[in-house]
């Protein structure tokens, strides 16, 4: 296997014995429930995961005085509209929460790092736009991001780490659909 190191160069890499557990000839021909105690489960995997990246990433960027959070609001808002976003599509666009995005925009706003006006067609609403110091907190960390995401992704051949990324966006839109088609009514 071959990994892409930070630089830029390629190496030799014998990943770390982290493959999953042996499946026995016995459970693999007798189908288990899905949330049998000897299959993987998807809600404990991608917390795990999730949470091993966040903590990480936070440890990395600390020296900044960014956090997680705010790295995926500045690069959402760079990447987004060049007008600039209002809160509720940033809220979308970050798969979080109204109340933390609010929190984390009062915050961002109180440092300079992006800016809030009134919206143009709907006065109820702001448009965020990443200002200067923003964009500098951004340039700042994003390297650490980029190593971060190629050292997590090298455990895996790199002609597979595209495919996984694609497979793991079609779990996570499911997981939206999901959300979305709830009635929160009959919960």
């Known amino acids: 296997m071959v990994k ?58 600390a ?13 959402t808002l760079l990447e987004g509209d060049s007008d600039g976003m209002t809160q509720k599509d940033l809220t979308t666009a970050m798969s979080s929460d109204p109340n933390t995005v609010a929190s984390l925009v009062e915050r961002m706003a109180e440092a300079g790092w992006i800016d809030r006006r009134r919206h143009e067609r709907d006065g109820r609403a702001y448009r965020i736009s990443a200002l200067p110091e923003g964009r ?22 790199e002609d597979d780490q595209e495919r996984f990324l694609a497979q793991l ?10 959300l979305e088609s709830q009635n929160p009514a009959k919960l």
Not at 27 to 37: K, N
Not at 169 to 178: M, N, T
């Open 136 to 157: 500098a907190k951004y340039a700042e960390v994003r390297s650490l991001a980029v190593r971060l995401q190629t050292e997590v992704l090298s455990i895996l051949p």
């Open 63 to 75: 020296h900044t005085g960014v956090t997680p959070d705010q790295f995926t609001a500045l690069r």
């Open 4 to 61: 892409t190191l930070a630089n830029g160069t390629r190496e030799a890499y014998a990943p770390p014995a982290l493959t999953a557990p042996a499946v026995t000839p016995a459970s693999h021909s007798v189908p288990q429930p899905l949330d049998a105690p000897q299959r993987r489960r998807l809600p404990l995997l991608l917390r795990r995961a999730w949470y091993g990246l966040n903590q990480s990433f936070r440890r990395r960027i």
């Open 169 to 178: 966006e079609l779990v996570a839109d499911a997981c939206r659909q999901s």
